[in-house]
Structures are given as C-alpha cells and as structure tokens.
C-alpha cells in the first residue's frame, strides 16, 4: 500500500543524480574519421554520469509526446526548452560542443535537441535502408556550420550513421562511374536561394532506387563512411555548412530496439551569414 509506494519513491529519489554530482569526462576530444570530409568520432563525448542524467532529464519532462505512428519521436518543445535552458549539464555541453566548434553559444541556433527512433518492424523497407531519405544538414538552414550527435540509448541492431560520398572513392571501373552518378545526382539536389537552399533526397519505400545498392552497402558500413556507437556517450561530429559537399548524411533503420540521439545544430551567427539566408524562428538556449 502507501508504505511500498513511499519506499519505491525513496528508493527511485536515492538514484536521481544531482546536477552537482555529475562528472565530467576525463576525454573530450575527437579523432578523425574521414579527413577529408572532416567528420571526427569521440567514444567518451559524455562520461557515464552525463548520459544518466540527461536520460533523467527527459523521465522529468514526463518522457516523450506522441509520434502519430511515426518511428521517429523528438522531445515536445512545450516544457524541454523552459528545462533545458535552466539546467546546468544542458548549460555544460552547450559550452563543450562551442569550444570543439569555435563558435560560441548565440541567440540565433537552436538549443540542443533530443530525439528517440524505434525499430521499423515490417515496413517495407526494413533493415539495412535509411528510412527518411538522405539529406544534408543545411537543408533550409544554409548557417549551419557544424552538426553534433551524441548517442545516449544504443538499440540491439542498427541506426548506423551513414556519409555515402565521405571517404576514399572508388578510382576505377564500374565502381568509379556508380559512384560519379551518385554524386552528381545527388549535387543535383543541393539546392541555392533560388530553391529555398532545398537540400535533400526522399526515396520512395515501394520502389526500386537507381542508387539503391549504394546506399544499402553504406547502411552495412560498406561503402562511404558510417558511424556505429558502440556505448553510450558516443558522438559523431561533422560539417554541415554550404561547402561541405561530401556530409550527405542519413539515419538508417532501427532493426531492433530504440535509439535515442541529442543533437545540436551549430550555426553562425548573424554577422557571420549571407544576406540571402532566411532567419527562421529559434528556440535558443539563451535569451537575445
């Protein structure tokens, strides 16, 4: 009865980490993936303490909002942003992800963001397959200059990280043409401001796709680069300003169990971007 309750509340209490009494890594640094695509990996981006409480965090906020049959759920904003903008580990890794960019915490990016993927079960294309497409980061967003993804749930079987045109690409043959189309069909969609800087690529789940071997070898981690957290607190960081034409990216299928990501966008700040890029409306992590 009330006595067990009162004991489980205790108990649950007794296991809530105190902000003050989360450690910090010993190691925050990045080590190159792909030099040339400039995309760098850190195993330890967050210590063990940081992942616990930020997983609190979001139990907090009363957990997630409805995904509306979708098997990509992000924190609702009503109430993460008031919390997150208050909390200091949130405060903390704002500051870590500015000092690894160069560029400081502003009021024009977004605050840090966190999102849960499920597995795709028997859709039509499950397994080895991104789901939503390949897009690049600054789609809409031509100020992005930096994307950060720090993996704090690892699923059973996949949710790899894939860049196709990343890394070293096939020189001759067969290969080589493939991977030319690919590149130049996928530039093809790198739209400018005369397309709304619409950058990304849908494939249709019920039909074939020209490059759909591509993209299925880069889901495996066969082709291109991929990232594959193998513990929590991982983080992939990479570029995703206009110039950086090899950071294609996408989030392959969740074969088994859920994934749950935070992710900061860094952008530049105002004085720093072209007088064609929109300004759209931010949730920042400080006030202008």
């Not at 105190?18 to 981006?45: C, E, G, L, M, W």
């Not at 990479?238 to 969740?254: F, K, Q």
């Not at 966008?265 to 949730?283: N, V």
Request: hydrophobic residues 35%; contains cysteine; proline residues 8%.
């Amino acid at each position: 009865g009330l006595g067990l309750a009162v004991a489980a509340w205790i108990q649950w209490r007794n296991s809530v980490l105190d902000a003050k009494d989360v450690v910090a890594p010993t190691d925050a640094s990045f080590v190159a993936v792909d030099n040339r695509s400039q995309i760098y990996r850190n195993d330890h981006f967050l210590s063990a303490d940081e992942v616990t409480y930020l997983l609190q965090f979001i139990d907090h906020l009363g957990g997630w909002g409805s995904s509306d049959g979708m098997d990509q759920v992000e924190l609702p904003v009503e109430g993460y942003v008031a919390g997150a903008r208050r909390d200091p580990i949130v405060a903390r890794l704002e500051e870590r992800i500015a000092n690894h960019t160069g560029i400081p915490v502003h009021p024009h990016e977004d605050i840090l963001s966190i999102f849960r993927v499920s597995s795709h079960g028997d859709s039509p294309r499950g397994g080895f397959f991104p789901p939503f497409g390949l897009h690049h980061d600054s789609h809409e967003r031509p100020h992005r200059a930096w994307t950060l993804m720090v993996y704090l749930q690892l699923p059973d079987s996949g949710g790899r990280r894939i860049f196709p045109l990343a890394g070293r690409p096939p020189k001759d043959g067969e290969p080589a043409e493939r991977h030319r189309q690919f590149m130049a069909a996928l530039q093809d969609l790198f739209g400018g401001a005369e397309r709304n800087f619409s950058r990304r690529a849908f494939f249709d789940v019920h039909a074939e796709h020209p490059f759909m071997d591509l993209i299925e070898e880069s889901c495996r981690g066969e082709y291109g680069v991929s990232f594959l957290p193998m513990e929590p607190g991982a983080a992939i960081l990479y570029p995703s300003h206009s110039r950086s034409l090899r950071t294609w990216t996408a989030g392959c299928n969740v074969i088994k169990g859920t994934q749950i990501v935070l992710q900061k966008f860094k952008e530049y700040p105002l004085e720093r971007r072209g007088q064609d890029e929109p300004i759209p409306p931010y949730q920042p992590f400080v006030e202008q």
